[in-house]
């Protein structure tokens, strides 16, 4: 897990850029996983949502396109990526926390998203949090990058840590690349993380692969 003092500071120097990168490196593809990771928690939830990791807050404006009743809750440990998320789109619901420490009473959430989040965060000490705050059927959802098969694992990293990096760096500086490398050393497979939820007992209600199974959409609901 990296020191959240050193992922506020990345994550505020990359803020100008950050939505441009995240659709170069998709393809124009996130906002329409992020809309798909939206509708399906939507279909069972009429409540609040709290986004973790919410970055320039383009999950909880599809959530809102969505269904305007929801109540939108973004969080996020950089100060400059909240900013950007307040300007874009006009809510005041965001605040500057940690997700170990999430400032919502006991069963007061009714789900809890994450987009390109949740690999970054130590995963069992998250889960525990999320737990706590979740209500009773409440449901969490990610949208991440999956770990593939060991061969093109190997093909991916790379790509990432020897062809991209030079173009990376022109946007990022050494240290910022090196941590967007490290948190794809710890993205898990679907088995792996439904053997984690499944642990803390959840289940999974929903999954599906895009990029030929780089990226996942999987959510669970609290039993």
């Known amino acids: 897990m990296v020191n959240e003092k050193l992922v506020s500071k990345i994550f505020d120097s990359v803020v100008k850029n950050y939505d441009r990168f995240l659709n170069s490196m998709t393809f124009g593809k996130i906002g329409k996983w992020q809309r798909e990771l939206a509708e399906t ?75 390109l989040v949740f690999r970054h965060l130590d995963n069992e000490k998250a889960l525990l949090e999320f737990n706590r705050v979740l209500k009773e059927d409440g449901l969490i959802g990610i949208l991440d990058i999956a770990k593939p098969n060991p061969l093109l694992y190997r093909i991916i990293y790379f790509l990432g840590n020897k062809i991209f990096r030079p173009i990376g760096q022109l946007i990022f500086s050494r240290e910022e690349w090196d941590y967007f490398m490290h948190s794809i050393e710890n993205s898990k497979t679907e088995r792996e993380l439904e053997k984690l939820f499944e642990k803390h007992s959840y289940k999974k209600i929903y999954s599906s692969k895009k990029f030929g199974g780089l990226v996942i959409i999987i959510v669970f609901k609290k039993k």
Not at 68 to 79: A, E, F, H, M, R
Not at 85 to 102: D, H
């Open 41 to 115: 928690v939507s279909i069972s939830v009429n409540g609040t949502v709290l986004d973790v990791g919410t970055g320039t807050g383009e999950v909880l404006k599809k959530f809102k396109e969505i269904n305007l009743k929801n109540t939108v809750i973004g969080l996020d440990v950089s100060q400059n990526m909240l900013k950007k998320a307040k300007e874009k789109t006009g809510y005041n619901t965001f605040i500057k926390a940690s997700a170990y420490n999430l400032p919502f009473k006991n069963c007061s959430l009714d789900a809890i998203v994450s987009s």
